[in-house]
T-cell receptor, first 115, second 117 residues
Framework: GAGVSQSPRYKVAKRGQDVALRCDPI?????LFWYQQALGQGPEFLTY????????KSGLPSDRFFAERPEGSVSTLKIQRTQQEDSAVYLC?????????????FGNGTRLTVT | AQKITQTQPGMFVQEKEAVTLDCTYD???????LFWYKQPSSGEMIFLIY??????QNATEGRYSLNFQKARKSANLVISASQLGDSAMYFC??????????????FGRGTQLTVWP
């Protein structure tokens, strides 16, 4: 497709379950970002990939969060032992590169609800 | 310190009128990019407009223009001739391509714009 694709669109998990969120970036986009957006807030940075290399994971809130992009294309964000505070929209974005004039193109997000 | 500050939680404008959404930013990097995104209730983040720190002229994209005042570190979004479909959350964001942040976007808290008939 032409845009960033995320799945699932909605995910409900019971506290303690593991979840995996998928992101398919725009073809040819080197940079891939994951953001977390709480209700009524702006997106908060989680992690960044350049091709398959995870160059920055400083925004991941705990070691329960793990992201990978093994072949430099599709990325998966995994959350282990989910907690209620993990409930948020998880946004994936891609860009051609890290230049200041390169906008991030976002997917529609995955809304995670932990019960 | 906040990288991006949006001081207007909500704004209201009548259809066909112009509206300005405020944004100030904080950076010591001379090279940076400023972006505005629109997020309708559907949740998608839609890129609207970009302004580079070295750009001499204010950016324009259709009904959107960016009032860039570098000395004041201000990057306000102006929407002319508002339409009902402009009702959404608007986010200002900044990208610093150098250093440890490696090009991540910093977002403000957003401004909820409501356009009324």
């Amino acid at each position: 497709g032409a845009g960033v694709s995320q799945s699932p669109r909605y995910k409900v998990a019971k506290r303690g379950q593991d979840v995996a969120l998928r992101c398919d970036p725009i073809s040819g986009h080197v940079s891939l970002f994951w953001y977390q957006q709480a209700l009524g807030q702006g997106p908060e940075f989680l992690t960044y990939f350049q091709n398959e290399a995870q160059l920055d994971k400083s925004g991941l809130p705990s070691d329960r969060f793990f992201a990978e992009r093994p072949e430099g294309s599709v990325s998966t964000l995994k959350i282990q032992r989910t907690q209620q505070e993990d409930s948020a929209v998880y946004l994936c974005a891609s860009s051609l590169g890290g230049q200041r004039n390169s906008p991030l193109h976002f997917g529609n997000g995955t809304r995670l609800t932990v019960t | 310190a906040q990288k991006i500050t949006q001081t207007q939680p909500g704004m209201f404008v009548q259809e066909k009128e112009a509206v300005t959404l405020d944004c100030t930013y904080d950076t010591s990097d001379p090279s940076y990019g400023l972006f505005w995104y629109k997020q309708p209730s559907s949740g998608e983040m839609i890129f609207l407009i970009y302004q580079g720190s070295y750009d001499q002229q204010n950016a324009t994209e259709g009904r959107y223009s960016l009032n860039f005042q570098k000395a004041r570190k201000s990057a306000n979004l102006v929407i002319s001739a508002s339409q009902l479909g402009d009702s959404a959350m608007y986010f200002c964001a900044m990208r610093e391509p150098r250093g440890s942040t490696l090009g991540r976007l910093y977002f403000g808290r957003g401004t909820q714009l409501t356009v009324w008939p």
